[in-house]
């Protein structure tokens, strides 16, 4: 989650609302020369999605010893619900000013954002408005693009973009493994970051990510490379992420770590699968250093079958080290977790499908660093949604 936090937008006071209203009477009383002029060359288009579902659920950050299922609504069972604004300007001569402010939705509630603030353990800020996306950047045909504000981060883009769940946080193993109950700080979106796209050169690209501290730690890096062509995919993620010396509430991890990603998929028609292989490195903290290692990876598979898909998806994380004792009540996340899923997605237009999904989530926790014996845990979810695209 992006380490910032920003008003919630609210509904327009009638005063306001009567001073648009005036405004747009005056711009449209304009000539149609000057009013074409102001819009020459630009697009402002409102997009979402909103996903609906209802269920039998677990906490997504993994099972425990104690861990009992509720049975409830929620919005994000394939996708997370969320609205937003985009634009673009051309500048001519293949350049261009862009635009995207995007915000998460609980529409379950109407609440903004994924999530209230919740504190440690689980360390989850609560969602500033706008905390998807909120940036500003220029783009040239040859040069690339140059971003700057609060963007996903690229191992996050790493991970939705390669399995077939694609940016589910809710089924999805290697989202689960990774971003949801994991040791990885930093979140899926950085504030106050810098961001640069190269072009596609024969199906090649890359991209670099610079997050600036603003007394809350950092600053992080990431870098992605990319390769595409016809129906084989694969890229590969780092990131570095620094929360010294201020610790702020963006993931489930508030220490430094390091990790990379390694992503591929082919798509064999009518059957596309999926995989990656990963690493977590735990750095600790400057009064507390560590360096433990959580090895993650998944295989997933779509099969098309007429307007639908069959889901399936398997993830790992494990790990050999256990530095401190975990609490009968822990997601066993310094041992190992595993996910597996299953599920049906069907469609009844190009925008909008139902779905249905069953994941089986285990844990293996060690309650004290030296003692051989773990705690196993294990839960399973299931789900019937909706899910439509704006």
Do not use: C
Not at 34 to 57: F, H, K
Not at 113 to 129: F, K, Q, T
Not at 132 to 139: D, E, H, K, Q, T
Not at 211 to 217: R, T
């Amino acid at each position: 989650m992006p380490a910032h936090h920003t008003p919630t937008r609210r509904l327009p006071s009638p005063v306001q609302a009567g001073a648009a209203l005036a405004l747009a009477g005056l711009a449209a009383s304009l000539p149609g020369q000057a009013l074409a002029q102001t819009n020459t060359g630009s697009n402002v288009q409102i997009y979402g999605l909103l996903d609906a579902a209802v269920g039998r659920m677990h906490s997504t950050s993994g099972v425990n010893a104690q861990e009992r299922p509720a049975q409830k609504q929620f919005s994000g069972g394939l996708s997370t619900s969320r609205w937003g604004i985009q634009g673009r300007e051309d500048l001519g001569d293949g350049r261009q000013a862009q635009f995207d402010l995007s915000s998460f939705i609980r529409n379950e509630s109407g609440a903004a954002g994924r999530s209230d603030a919740l504190p440690a353990p689980v360390n989850v800020a609560a969602d500033p408005y706008f905390s998807r996306a909120a940036w500003l950047g220029l783009s040239d045909a040859k040069l690339g693009r140059l971003r700057l504000g609060n963007i996903t981060t690229l191992m996050f883009v790493n991970s939705i973009s390669s399995n077939a769940l694609g940016d589910s946080t809710t089924f999805s193993p290697i989202n689960l493994l990774t971003f949801v109950g994991s040791p990885l700080s930093g979140g899926t979106a950085w504030a106050s970051s810098v961001v640069y796209d190269s072009p596609v050169v024969n199906g090649l690209s890359g991209s670099l990510a610079y997050a600036a501290s603003q007394n809350q730690g950092g600053p992080n890096t990431a870098a992605r490379v990319a390769y595409e062509q016809g129906a084989f995919s694969t890229a590969v993620a780092l990131q570095t992420v620094n929360r010294n010396p201020q610790t702020f509430a963006d993931g489930t991890s508030s220490n430094n770590t390091r990790a990379w990603q390694w992503a591929a998929s082919y798509d064999f028609k009518p059957l596309k699968v999926f995989g990656h292989l990963g690493q977590i490195d735990n750095r600790g903290t400057a009064n507390a250093p560590l360096s433990v290692q959580y090895r993650v990876w998944d295989l997933s598979a779509i099969l098309t079958a007429g307007s639908g898909r069959w889901i399936a998806a398997y993830g790992s994380r494990r790990t050999g080290d256990t530095p401190v004792a975990v609490a009968v009540t822990a997601a066993g996340g310094n041992v190992s977790r595993q996910v597996l899923t299953l599920g049906y997605d069907h469609h009844l237009s190009p925008r909008t499908e139902v779905y249905t999904l069953l994941a089986r989530d285990q844990t293996r926790t060690r309650q004290v660093p030296t003692a051989p014996t773990v705690v196993s845990a294990s839960g399973t979810n299931f789900a019937i949604g909706i899910r439509h695209r704006f």
